[in-house]
């Protein structure tokens, strides 16, 4: 039947046979509903099996039923409207549905369907019984009815995707792909979806394909596995929800830009070459993220990231969230240039491993510089916090940093602004500069070929552990309290301990078997600053090749030590220095407002140098020797000399 206009009514049977049907013209009008009588074993236009009709503008409207072997709705260069109609075919039947302008698909049930237009709207129920459904909109696909291909592909290819009226989509064993070159997509009309796979160009998948993807809303999407994947564009999911069972694998690319949205999985993977959190990964297994080796991975404000183990991969890290494992290690690794990594820590933001045993690990694959000296951000573990810098840089300083420190590097700042420090060991091709707020442990050895500097809080301490060693060219210790029970050695320099308590008051507890060194230079305490000095263990080695000075002021000098090796000077009111051990003790500049005493091992000499000055009220050796080099001074009202033996 062949005309401008064609109208079939008071539903009369038509039957064709092997030729077909074929309804056609300029422009059709029919209603589904008078076609019920149909029957035919093929039908044909133009010599394609069809079923349907063709001309410029075709409208089926209707509730009636098209049956047939295979099915083509086809028109020219109008639009083609499906409203209301309902198509069902056999299962093994093909239902093609085209239009060069735009196409309704009306509700259509068939063994496989594909529909394609400039204009492609799904206004009823797409259902196909294990085929594959494909759509494709070469310029819009809208999708506002259901999807379903339980045993197949669902295939949605456009430049701009909208799904609306939370329609149910069901795909099968391969799943449902999204994309085009934009899409837009509302996530909460995507609560319906379910799947067991999901696939975009044969990769497991859960989302949305194109070189633009927008992703919004709070929906969720369930299915097995997951991945958001675009081409050269950005990816966008800013709101979005997504949720997998907890066995099923999240991940997400892109080749652009790529913004996560909340993700709830078992294992979720994410890479793009500049990578930004922006909602909640929370994963039973393992997190990996990924950058470019030029890119970054950005944490945004008030997200979190947390999963049983998590692996961050970038060479740079900006952090304004909360990144948790919470059963295994937090591992950051650079993948650029020379293995450099930069971490930047924004004010609340934390990176924690804090299931027992566990460590926050920077660059532990692949040693490289490593900057993070914000000075905000908490870093925590309940083992270990490393950094690998290798002969590289390594400059950190955070809030805080809890769990024992280790760090290899050249040279090594590690520093924060509250809490205590514990450290393990830390090795430095340079200089050290360790410095806290709270108090510093040291309980692995400190090796440098450079300068090291260790700085507790004002009201802390500094405790070196006992079968540990500290060295350096030079050492320096800034703190009120110092507890020594290692060997504390500044190699080529001078050894400094400084109180940087309230007037500079310094305590020093020296364990038995510690010692305190600086073969080729002074010991010097509070030089820097007057303060009282007190050391009453009576244990505890002191070392120089050269002078050990204790600086008091006008406050007290109390020290009862092992032994003291080197020219002793000191000022203090009241200066008492007294040792144990079997060796000499020899006297340099000494100066105090109150008496002065001196006390030797009894089979051992006390010597006053040559052009050594000891000023005090009244000075008192108690020594079976007291040697007196020339030029030897003293400045006393009072100068006695108790001594057994020789006086020279």
């Given at each position: 039947?062949?005309?401008?206009?064609?109208?079939?009514?008071?539903?009369?049977?038509?039957?064709?046979?092997?030729?077909?049907?074929?309804?056609?013209?300029?422009?059709?009008?029919?209603?589904?509903?008078?076609?019920?009588?149909?029957?035919?074993?093929?039908?044909?236009?133009?010599?394609?099996?069809?079923?349907?009709?063709?001309?410029?503008?075709?409208?089926?409207?209707?509730?009636?039923?098209?049956?047939?072997?295979?099915?083509?709705?086809?028109?020219?260069?109008?639009?083609?409207?499906?409203?209301?109609?309902?198509?069902?075919?056999?299962?093994?039947?093909?239902?093609?549905?085209?239009?060069?302008?735009?196409?309704?698909?009306?509700?259509?049930?068939?063994?496989?369907?594909?529909?394609?237009?400039?204009?492609?709207?799904?206004?009823?129920?797409?259902?196909?019984?294990?085929?594959?459904?494909?759509?494709?909109?070469?310029?819009?696909?809208?999708?506002?009815?259901?999807?379903?291909?339980?045993?197949?592909?669902?295939?949605?290819?456009?430049?701009?995707?909208?799904?609306?009226?939370?329609?149910?989509?069901?795909?099968?064993?391969?799943?449902?792909?999204?994309?085009?070159?934009?899409?837009?997509?509302?996530?909460?009309?995507?609560?319906?979806?379910?799947?067991?796979?999901?696939?975009?160009?044969?990769?497991?998948?859960?989302?949305?394909?194109?070189?633009?993807?927008?992703?919004?809303?709070?929906?969720?999407?369930?299915?097995?596995?997951?991945?958001?994947?675009?081409?050269?564009?950005?990816?966008?999911?800013?709101?979005?929800?997504?949720?997998?069972?907890?066995?099923?694998?999240?991940?997400?690319?892109?080749?652009?830009?790529?913004?996560?949205?909340?993700?709830?999985?078992?294992?979720?993977?994410?890479?793009?070459?500049?990578?930004?959190?922006?909602?909640?990964?929370?994963?039973?297994?393992?997190?990996?993220?990924?950058?470019?080796?030029?890119?970054?991975?950005?944490?945004?404000?008030g997200n979190t990231i947390f999963g049983s183990t998590i692996g961050i991969t970038t060479p740079t890290l900006n952090n304004d969230g909360i990144v948790t494992a919470n059963a295994g290690n937090l591992a950051i690794q650079s993948n650029?240039?020379?293995?450099?990594?930069?971490?930047?820590?924004?004010?609340?933001?934390?990176?924690?491993?804090?299931?027992?045993?566990?460590?926050?690990?920077?660059?532990?694959?692949?040693?490289?510089?490593?900057?993070?000296?914000?000075?905000?951000?908490?870093?925590?573990?309940?083992?270990?916090?490393?950094?690998?810098?290798?002969?590289?840089?390594?400059?950190?300083?955070?809030?805080?940093?809890?769990?024992?420190?280790?760090?290899?590097?050249?040279?090594?700042?590690?520093?924060?602004?509250?809490?205590?420090?514990?450290?393990?060991?830390?090795?430095?091709?340079?200089?050290?500069?360790?410095?806290?707020?709270?108090?510093?442990?040291?309980?692995?050895?400190?090796?440098?070929?450079?300068?090291?500097?260790?700085?507790?809080?004002?009201?802390?301490?500094?405790?070196?552990?006992?079968?540990?060693?500290?060295?350096?060219?030079?050492?320096?210790?800034?703190?009120?309290?110092?507890?020594?029970?290692?060997?504390?050695?500044?190699?080529?320099?001078?050894?400094?301990?400084?109180?940087?308590?309230?007037?500079?008051?310094?305590?020093?507890?020296?364990?038995?078997?510690?010692?305190?060194?600086?073969?080729?230079?002074?010991?010097?305490?509070?030089?820097?600053?007057?303060?009282?000095?007190?050391?009453?263990?009576?244990?505890?080695?002191?070392?120089?090749?050269?002078?050990?000075?204790?600086?008091?002021?006008?406050?007290?000098?109390?020290?009862?030590?092992?032994?003291?090796?080197?020219?002793?000077?000191?000022?203090?009111?009241?200066?008492?220095?007294?040792?144990?051990?079997?060796?000499?003790?020899?006297?340099?500049?000494?100066?105090?407002?109150?008496?002065?005493?001196?006390?030797?091992?009894?089979?051992?000499?006390?010597?006053?140098?040559?052009?050594?000055?000891?000023?005090?009220?009244s000075i008192t050796f108690t020594t079976p020797t007291l040697v007196l080099q020339s030029n030897a001074g003293f400045n006393s009202t009072a100068d006695s000399a108790d001594a057994t033996g020789h006086v020279h």
């Open positions: 039947m062949i005309s401008p206009t064609i109208t079939i009514t008071g539903a009369p049977a038509i039957t064709a046979g092997q030729v077909g049907l074929a309804l056609s013209g300029a422009n059709g009008s029919f209603d589904a509903s008078t076609l019920t009588g149909i029957t035919t074993t093929n039908l044909y236009l133009g010599g394609v099996p069809f079923l349907g009709y063709g001309g410029s503008n075709v409208t089926l409207t209707g509730t009636g039923n098209l049956s047939g072997v295979s099915g083509l709705f086809q028109v020219g260069a109008g639009t083609y409207t499906a409203t209301g109609s309902s198509v069902t075919l056999p299962g093994t039947a093909t239902a093609n549905l085209s239009a060069t302008a735009n196409l309704n698909t009306g509700s259509v049930t068939a063994g496989t369907i594909s529909a394609s237009a400039t204009n492609l709207t799904v206004d009823g129920s797409l259902i196909t019984t294990g085929g594959v459904i494909t759509l494709n909109g070469s310029s819009t696909v809208a999708i506002g009815g259901a999807l379903s291909a339980p045993g197949a592909t669902l295939s949605v290819i456009s430049p701009t995707i909208t799904i609306t009226g939370a329609p149910t989509i069901t795909a099968g064993q391969v799943g449902l792909a999204l994309s085009g070159a934009n899409g837009s997509f509302d996530a909460s009309t995507l609560t319906g979806i379910t799947t067991t796979n999901l696939y975009l160009g044969g990769v497991p998948f859960l989302g949305y394909g194109g070189s633009n993807v927008t992703l919004t809303g709070t929906g969720n999407l369930s299915g097995v596995s997951g991945l958001f994947q675009v081409g050269a564009g950005t990816y966008t999911a800013t709101g979005s929800s997504v949720t997998l069972p907890g066995t099923a694998t999240a991940n997400l690319s892109a080749t652009a830009n790529l913004n996560t949205g909340s993700v709830t999985a078992g294992t979720i993977s994410a890479s793009s070459p500049n990578l930004t959190v922006d909602g909640t990964l929370t994963a039973t297994s393992g997190i990996g993220l990924t950058s470019a080796p030029t890119g970054s991975v950005n944490v945004s404000v650029g240039a020379g293995g450099a990594l930069i971490v930047n820590l924004s004010a609340g933001s934390q990176l924690n491993a804090n299931s027992a045993g566990t460590n926050v690990t920077f660059n532990a694959i692949t040693a490289g510089a490593i900057t993070g000296n914000s000075g905000n951000g908490k870093i925590s573990a309940s083992n270990v916090v490393d950094f690998n810098g290798g002969s590289n840089a390594v400059d950190i300083s955070a809030q805080t940093i809890t769990g024992t420190i280790s760090a290899t590097g050249s040279p090594i700042t590690i520093s924060s602004s509250a809490g205590n420090l514990a450290f393990a060991a830390v090795t430095s091709g340079s200089a050290t500069t360790l410095a806290g707020a709270g108090n510093i442990a040291l309980n692995g050895n400190v090796a440098s070929t450079g300068a090291v500097v260790v700085t507790s809080g004002s009201s802390s301490s500094v405790d070196v552990a006992g079968g540990t060693t500290v060295s350096g060219s030079s050492v320096t210790i800034n703190t009120p309290v110092l507890n020594n029970n290692a060997t504390i050695t500044a190699s080529l320099g001078d050894l400094d301990i400084e109180s940087n308590g309230p007037a500079n008051s310094l305590s020093l507890n020296l364990g038995a078997g510690s010692l305190l060194a600086a073969p080729a230079g002074n010991v010097n305490f509070n030089t820097g600053g007057a303060g009282s000095i007190v050391a009453l263990s009576g244990s505890g080695d002191i070392t120089a090749g050269n002078i050990v000075t204790f600086n008091g002021g006008a406050n007290a000098v109390n020290v009862s030590i092992n032994s003291l090796t080197g020219i002793l000077n000191g000022v203090g009111s009241p200066l008492t220095v007294n040792t144990s051990a079997a060796i000499n003790l020899s006297l340099g500049s000494l100066s105090s407002l109150t008496p002065l005493s001196f006390v030797s091992d009894p089979a051992r000499a006390i010597i006053v140098l040559a052009s050594s000055t000891i000023s005090a009220p």
